[in-house]
């Protein structure tokens, strides 16, 4: 039976894939950087490469991806391509960024290019925002001042929701139909922030409204949340990208490959709501 190796399967995404894969009967390798490992989880840390070897053992499918925080993302996927090249893998799954490959140097198109030129069977999946976000990145300001705080104006975007990435990546994953093919997933809501916050109040029966700032004030909060200058400088470059208007466009790619909508942003609050009421 073939096992899939998920990196970052404590994460947003990976613990929706874990549960599909299993779900499905697939026999799943949790990566976790952390040292103390539970059943079915294997260490394997990106930064100090230490494990890769070990985590690659009998397994013949991987989904990737760079932890958030660091802009190096190249050489932190290069050595898992190659390994995954030397165990002869039967695919891989690479999920970026919507928009990382607008520049061929960018480190994460980079990673995607040496994928792609691997010989290996892959698919690279470049989400859009997450819908999770809002109950985890930006979630502070919500439930101290009822504020989404962003530096973004009135730009919209298609806001997609993990858990359908999950299922793209677990169809990717155990199908050749779709090989060698890279997708730009989003959410088919294309909404501002004002929108945004309307439906986060509908859901939770709170007040929440958006509240743009100037980069100076998001780039001081990042910073006091302890993230690291360069990714902060990163962040801010991005989040000026969705203020231009690049995260409004919507691809069809999930109906594509799981026969289904995207899930609305409406059916996302509801489904979190509990995050926002403590
Ligand atoms: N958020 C967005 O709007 C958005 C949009 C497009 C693309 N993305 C991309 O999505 C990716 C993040 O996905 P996510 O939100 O699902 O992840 P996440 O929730 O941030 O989780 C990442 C996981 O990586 C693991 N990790 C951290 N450091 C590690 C290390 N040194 N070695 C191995 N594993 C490590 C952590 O698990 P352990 O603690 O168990 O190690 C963590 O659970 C990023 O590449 C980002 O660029 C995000």
Do not use: C
Not at 17 to 38: D, F, M, P
Not at 62 to 67: A, C, D, G
Not at 200 to 206: E, I
Request: without cysteine; proline residues 3%.
């Amino acid at each position: 039976m073939s096992k899939v190796l998920v990196i970052g399967a404590n994460g947003t995404v990976g613990t929706e894939l874990v549960k599909l894969l299993k779900a499905k009967g697939q026999s799943v390798a949790e990566a976790t950087s952390k040292n103390e490992i539970k059943q079915g989880q294997v260490h394997l840390n990106i930064l100090s490469q230490e494990g890769i070897e070990s985590a690659f053992e009998n397994v013949d499918r991987v989904f990737l991806l760079s932890p958030p925080g660091y802009t190096n993302q190249d050489k932190l996927l290069s050595p898992l391509i190659e390994m995954a090249k030397k165990k002869k893998v039967k695919k891989v799954v690479l999920m970026t960024a919507m928009g990382a490959n607008a520049i061929d140097t960018a480190p994460l198109r980079i990673a995607e290019i040496q994928l792609e030129k691997s010989g290996l069977s892959y698919n690279i999946i470049r989400p859009n925002w997450f819908m999770q976000n809002f109950n985890s990145y930006w979630i502070q300001g919500i439930n101290s001042d009822g504020k989404i705080y962003l530096p973004v104006a009135k730009a919209k975007g298609s806001f997609i929701d993990a858990r359908d990435i999950a299922a793209v990546a677990a169809e990717l994953l155990l199908s050749e139909k779709f090989s060698n093919k890279d997708y730009d997933l989003t959410g088919s809501d294309v909404i501002d922030h004002n929108q945004v916050a309307d439906i986060l109040s509908a859901a939770t029966g709170r007040k929440i409204s958006y509240q743009e700032i100037e980069p100076a004030a998001m780039k001081a909060g990042l910073l006091g949340a302890g993230l690291p200058k360069d990714y902060v400088e990163f962040m801010l470059v991005i989040l000026d990208f969705f203020k231009q208007g690049y995260a409004e466009r919507t691809t069809d790619a999930i109906e594509k490959i799981i026969g289904r909508k995207p899930i609305s942003f409406k059916k996302y609050a509801e489904d979190y709501k509990s995050a926002w009421l403590k």
